[in-house]
């Protein structure tokens, strides 16, 4: 497993982080056994990054990591990087809360879950335009110094959000989707994590599903998937990616490659990107997504994906107030 340093938070991690939205509700049921053993063969792989969030399920999704590497967290505290977001309540009155008190019991809350002494990386998960930017970052300042978290990040923030951040204490990290139906970030977020050395972490690689190959125009999800809801997996838009998959999956063949790796693949070869966060549920999904953080795409490569990508719809993600 490739590593690298993980911007100016000096953290050592793996290329992939393996992350747990899957485990918290929002797509359905699954078995936990089976994704406490794929957690661990992520371990085994080398994979030392582990990304949860308050917001998985109120803690659900921090309390099967927690159980799933239990061992290892008691024995060999130092060899996991364990990395959650606070600052949302998605069920709540107000969605987004990144004020002080907020996010002190968010850390408090998580530190149960993952029973834990202290979190490695804490982000803040949505930006709360209610709340003063010095105001979060001065709590989350406090609990560095208090021990209780040893590095500060942000999710889903804009250039302006995070300049505003940076203002108070330094942005460590920044956490953002992008896959190839959503590339956003390459306009002004990564050229200025480039300048600061943020480290970046790339969330949704795989697009929610959408490049992993398993997925057609006849495919249905559950109703508490939230996918369901999301006009990027239903009607046209849905069948007009889906066939770019097709070309994309052709492509990945003649590689000895699966469109999924390629999907992969092109997250990390995108400069500035330290980390792809990929969640799994079956321990041949993190094994293949493992591979791909070793597979190279050359400037031909990347320049024939660009062209079968040309045609193709954004494919936004969900917020804490639903699809986008």
């Given at each position: ?57 109120y ?21 996991i990087?364990?990395?959650t977001k606070?600052?949302i ?10 004020r ?38 001065g709590?989350?300042q ?45 306009d002004?977020?990564l ?23 398993a ?31 097709d ?5 990945a ?25 990929v ?46």
């Open positions: 497993m490739r590593t690298t340093t993980l911007g100016r938070s000096g953290l050592p991690v793996s290329r992939i982080a393996f992350g747990t939205w899957q485990l918290g509700g929002d797509w359905g049921n699954f078995d936990e056994s089976g994704v406490i053993a794929t957690i661990r063969r992520a371990y085994e792989l080398g994979i030392n990054l582990f990304d949860s969030a308050q917001g998985y399920g803690g659900a999704a921090e309390a099967v990591l927690g159980r799933a590497l239990r061992a290892e967290l008691r024995s060999d505290r130092e060899s990087v364990l990395a606070g600052g309540d998605p069920a709540g009155k107000r969605t987004r809360d990144a002080p008190a907020h996010l002190r019991a968010g850390v408090e809350s998580s530190l149960r879950a993952l029973d834990v002494d202290y979190i490695d990386l804490y982000q803040v998960h949505w930006p709360d335009p209610a709340t003063p930017a010095e105001e979060t970052a709590a989350l406090e609990l560095v110094d208090e021990g209780k978290i040893r590095h500060v990040g942000v999710s889903n923030y804009d250039v302006a959000e995070l300049t505003a951040f940076e203002a108070v204490r330094p942005v460590e990290t920044s956490q953002s989707p992008l896959h190839l139906f959503q590339r956003e970030i390459q002004e977020i050229p200025y994590a480039r300048r600061l050395d943020i480290g970046v972490l790339a969330y949704s690689p795989l697009g929610s599903g959408l490049l992993t190959g997925l057609n125009a006849s495919t249905r999800f559950d109703e508490d998937d939230w996918r369901a809801k999301s006009s990027a997996f239903s009607g046209n838009t849905f069948i007009r990616n889906l066939e770019i998959v070309h994309l999956a052709m492509f063949a003649r590689r000895s490659m699966t469109v999924a790796q390629l999907a992969v693949a092109w997250v990390l070869a995108q400069e500035g990107v330290h980390v792809a966060i969640g799994a549920r079956h321990a041949r999904n993190i094994e293949a997504a493992a591979e791909a953080a070793d597979l190279t795409l050359n400037a031909d490569d990347l320049a024939e994906i660009d062209k079968i990508t040309q045609g193709a719809t954004p494919a936004l993600g969900n917020t804490p107030e639903g699809p986008r």
